[in-house]
């Protein structure tokens, strides 16, 4: 058995999500679809990711367009 630890438990630091985060991840989201370069298993799989989210933690006081 694998076991990964919970890194996030102790976190020290505060996690502030940048407030465009639900208009960037639609938008990052529908990009993706419609580009069309992962067959539908892929792009189930690449959606499980959520990169809008880490974009929109690792930068929290960006602009909308920097996102």
Known sequence: MLYLPNTMANW???RV???HFEDVKAEV???FRDFKALSPESQEAFDKCD???LST???PNV???LL
């Open 51 to 53: 990169f809008a989210s």
């Open 57 to 59: 933690l690792t930068y």
């Open 63 to 65: 602009s909308r367009e």
């Open 17 to 19: 999500i940048n407030p």
């Open 29 to 31: 989201d529908a990009s």
């Open 12 to 14: 020290p630091w505060p």
